[in-house]
């Protein structure tokens, strides 16, 4: 594959990671964020972590797979002529690293961090006709569980709890930290 670097005078994209359980409402902050940032004349690619696994569904090999190809594909984007790549989709420390360890030097990385109550995340879930395990109360709570004990090992250049923020207020936010 062939990979487009911007050239020495042109700036390396931002990079906005979005990262937080699942039904926190990273895909709708980060699709809303994209969406602003284009209507601003932005040059954003939003990359998911989910939409990514949904390419091999249902022979996908395992969520690492899913998460090593998100990575590079955040990592490849990184190196074009974009102002933006939004990534949403990494839910713990292992795989924001996986991202991180291919995110070209110098490139300004955004950490928004999103969280909800599980009752709210539950509510998200059960909604979502669309959603498979993640619907089920036993395997979210065990998702939670666990995000309980990754939070605290995450950095976060905006923490935004999406159980008492609105969706507006939680993309301005960002954007105020992106100083946009």
Known sequence: MTTHHP???????????????????KSTVARRLADDLR?????????????????ALPTLPGWDVAAAVFASVVGQWLRTELDVVVAEGP?????????????PAGTRVVSA?????????LARAQADPTRGISRDPDFLGRIYAGW????????????????????DAAVTAIRATLGS
């Open 7 to 25: 050239s020495p005078t042109v700036p390396a994209p931002t990079l906005v990671l979005v990262v937080g359980p699942i039904a926190a409402g």
């Open 39 to 55: 209507a601003d004349g932005r040059r954003v690619a939003l990359v998911g972590l989910d939409e990514v696994a949904e390419m």
């Open 91 to 103: 839910g713990d420390p292992d795989e924001v690293a996986g991202v991180m360890a291919v995110v």
């Open 113 to 121: 961090v999103l969280t909800s109550d599980f009752d709210v995340a």
């Open 148 to 167: 309980r004990e990754h939070r605290p090992r995450l950095h976060a250049d905006v923490a935004v709890d999406t159980g008492e923020t609105s969706l």
